[in-house]
Structures are given as C-alpha cells and as structure tokens.
C-alpha cells in the first residue's frame, strides 16, 4: 500500500464550480496536512496547512481533514479558469514531506 | 523577491557530462532540501539540510548526486556522469524549522540527451 493515494485526474468542470479534491494516507506519524498548487512548469506553491483534524478555510479554499478516517480533502468554491492547475496533497510526520501524485484540474470558462 | 531562488530554471546536457544546480533559499530559514519531479508525479525527496549539515539522504540519491551547503545559505546539487534517467525537475525549497512548511523555488528542468 502506497504511503499517499490521489487520484490524477484530470477533472474537469465548469466555471463556478465547487471541486473537490481528495486524498488518503496510511502512515499514522503524520502530522501535518498541506496541500500545493502547481501550474505547468512551476514549482509547487503552498496554498494550505494544517494540524488538526476539522476544517480550515482562506478564502474560497477550504482544507479538511479527518484524522480517524486518515482523509484529507480540498474544496475549491466558485471555481474559476485561473484555478487550473495540478493540486498536490502533502503530509509531514518528521524532517520531510511526502507528496502525492496530484490531480490535475481544470476549469472551463 | 524574497521566494527560494534556483538557476538556472533550464538545463539541456549530453549524458555523461557534468550538472550543477543553485539554490538560494529564504534568508531566515535554517532548513533546505532538495526534491526531484518527474512528469505526472509528486515530488521525491533526495535530501535536506539543517544550517550547513546534511542530515538525511533519500535512497534515490545515488553516489553520482551530491549536495552541499557550505556556509549553510545557498546550496548545489551535482550531478556527475549524467544519464537520460536523471531528466527531472529539480526542486529546491525551505523552511524555517522542523514541523514548519516548506515554501518552494521554480524548479530547475534537466533534459539529458
């Protein structure tokens, strides 16, 4: 079993949209909660961080996480075309961090 | 700008020769690593640093990649006797301590041929 599984995608939906982007994990050491958003030929850029399960939110961005269940999740309300990119999930339980292999995402106008 | 800076962001080599890449990190965080990302996947850890020690090397980094940090700002990542395998972006990134996130550069793409 791979310590981090998210599914690639891509997803596609309308502009306006509400996404939802999800992963699971199976090491109990882990910690802390990220999620990075990466346009195409960037480096990934860090959008969210948490440490606690239960929900924080910035913005139209929502993190949720759900320690029991090792379930995190990312909403995306009122999706638009400048949100399309490729959303990595992270998780951190010591010196490193471990991704996963993201989703792509993309937003139709 | 005060974001993680790497050079160059382009590298096209020949196998066998010789890479190395730059990274400058933020100014105040004691913590580098460097990360590797090949196309439809996460980034890979390879190695991190605290101040000027290398605390912890990935299995990935094999005994042609190395790493320093000698004065424990910026850093370089070589690559010697490069092969088509090692055509990856590399990512540098920093942060400020343990259990902190780590903020990310733009990466530097190697095309070896």
């Known amino acids: 079993q791979k310590e981090v599984e998210q599914d690639p995608g891509p997803l596609s939906v309308p502009e306006g949209a509400i996404v939802s982007l999800n992963c699971t994990y199976s090491?109990?050491?882990?910690?802390?909660f990220m999620w990075y958003r990466q346009y195409s030929r960037k480096g990934p850029e860090l959008l969210m961080y948490?440490?606690?399960?239960g929900n924080k939110e910035d913005g139209r961005f929502t993190a949720q996480v759900d320690k029991s269940s090792k379930y995190i999740s990312l909403f995306i309300r009122d999706s638009q075309p400048s949100d399309s990119a490729t959303y990595l999930c992270?998780?951190?339980?010591?010196?490193?961090?471990?991704f996963g292999a993201g989703t792509r995402l993309f937003v139709k106008a | 700008d005060t974001g993680v800076s790497q050079d160059p962001r382009h590298k096209i080599t020949k196998r066998g020769q010789n890479v190395t890449f730059r990274c400058d990190p933020i100014?105040?965080?004691?913590?580098l690593y460097w990360y590797r990302q090949t196309l439809g996947q996460g980034p890979e850890f390879l190695t991190y640093?605290?101040?000027?020690?290398?605390?912890?090397k990935s299995r990935l980094l094999s005994d042609r990649f190395s790493a320093e940090r000698p004065k424990g700002s910026f850093s370089t990542l070589e690559i010697q006797r490069t092969e088509q395998g090692d055509s990856a972006m590399y990512l540098c990134?920093?942060?400020?301590?343990?259990?902190?996130?780590?903020?990310f550069g733009q990466g530097t793409r190697l095309t070896v041929v």
């Open positions: 990134a920093s942060s400020r301590g343990s259990n902190t996130e780590a903020f």
């Open positions: 090491n109990s050491a882990f910690q802390y």
């Open positions: 948490t440490y606690s399960s």
């Open positions: 992270a998780f951190m339980g010591g010196f490193k961090t471990i």
């Open positions: 100014s105040e965080h004691n913590r």
């Open positions: 640093f605290q101040n000027e020690a290398q605390l912890e």
